[in-house]
């Protein structure tokens, strides 16, 4: 079936650091891939997405290439600030047919700390 | 657009009990789900739904009962609360795929305690 594995936090980064989290996945289709952000307190907010190969997402400085020939889709930043600290999640999306279609799976999530 | 709105925020509920979560969102959204969130578990799909009158189980259902009688609501039900159902619930909402990639909205959460 449909997953996807996260790299394992916590991740202590200093201000102005390059960022990356590594996410792959494991599809029988052609999944759409998203990462999500929470901010402390809060619930999840899509940060980019890619619907298909080779798509590139970005926001907020935030990068991810969706690589089929790899299952791959990792989040890069290329100098993070103290407000870029919160827990990111890789997710897919099934984009098959019946009653599957929409439903996400995630990864398990990577805290990210940035110190000043 | 309020999007996605959960209710309560917070709760304690005591071993036994049953309670009603609420989630409510105002984008005419066809596919709707409950998840739970557990520390180092990310999130788990509890039920989903992908439209009025049709809903289906997720990873973790038992315990947990919902229905879908309007495209705006989606109530989750605690049958008999238990203290392994202390976490955190997010309701999400999405378009199907023919409109670009089925982005998920989520709701604030609910944080759910049971003693």
């Known amino acids: 079936g449909d997953s996807v594995t996260q790299m394992e936090g916590p991740v202590t980064l200093s201000e102005e650091a390059f960022l990356t989290i590594n996410c792959t996945y494991t599809a029988t289709g052609y999944p759409s891939l998203f990462w999500y952000v929470q901010y402390p307190g809060e619930g999840l907010q899509l940060l980019l997405k890619a619907t298909k190969a080779d798509d590139k997402g970005s926001n907020k400085g935030f990068e991810a290439t969706y690589r089929k020939e790899t299952t791959s889709f990792h989040l890069e930043k290329g100098s993070v600030q103290v407000s870029d600290s919160a827990v990111y999640f890789c997710?897919?999306?099934?984009?098959?047919?019946?009653?599957?279609?929409?439903?996400?799976?995630f990864g398990r999530g990577t805290q990210l700390t940035v110190w000043p | 657009n309020a999007g996605v709105t959960q209710t309560p925020k917070f709760q304690v509920l005591k071993t036994g009990q049953s309670m009603t979560l609420q989630c409510a969102q105002d984008?005419?959204?066809?596919?709707m789900s409950w998840y739970r969130q557990d520390p180092g578990m990310g999130l788990r799909l509890i039920h989903y739904s992908v439209g009025a009158g049709i809903t289906d189980q997720g990873e973790v259902p038992n315990g947990y009962n919902v229905s879908r009688s309007t495209t705006e609501d989606f109530p989750l039900r605690l049958l008999s609360a238990a203290p392994s159902q202390t976490s955190v619930y997010f309701c999400?909402?999405?378009?199907?795929?023919?409109?670009?990639?089925?982005?998920?909205?989520f709701g604030q959460g609910t944080r759910l305690t049971v003693v």
């Open positions: 984008m005419n959204h066809e596919y």
């Open positions: 999400a909402s999405s378009y199907r795929r023919d409109r670009g990639g089925t982005e998920a909205f």
């Open positions: 997710a897919l999306s099934d984009n098959g047919r019946g009653s599957t279609l929409g439903r996400l799976y």
